[in-house]
């Protein structure tokens, strides 16, 4: 995600902001239609579609799709 991003790090104002507005701006943001991905919030995966509140110093984390084995 960071190559696709050209980030290693962003910080954003988390102000009236959930998982799926969050989903919404990176989409806008990064143009990323072009691929899945998640998001954990505080090392736990939430589905992007969730209204799970955003809360100041959470650790927000973009995660391109992997394979298990």
């Known amino acids: 995600m960071a190559d696709l991003?050209?980030?290693?790090?962003?910080?954003?104002?988390?102000?009236?902001?959930?998982?799926?507005?969050?989903?919404?701006?990176?989409?806008?943001?990064y143009k990323l239609e072009s691929i899945p991905f998640s998001i954990a919030v505080n090392n736990e995966i939430v589905p992007v579609t969730s209204d799970v509140a955003l809360q100041e110093n959470d650790e927000i984390a973009v995660l391109p799709p992997y394979a298990g084995g």
Do not use: G, P
């Open 5 to 29: 991003t050209a980030r290693d790090e962003e910080t954003i104002s988390l102000l009236m902001l959930n998982v799926l507005e969050l989903y919404d701006w990176l989409m806008e943001t």
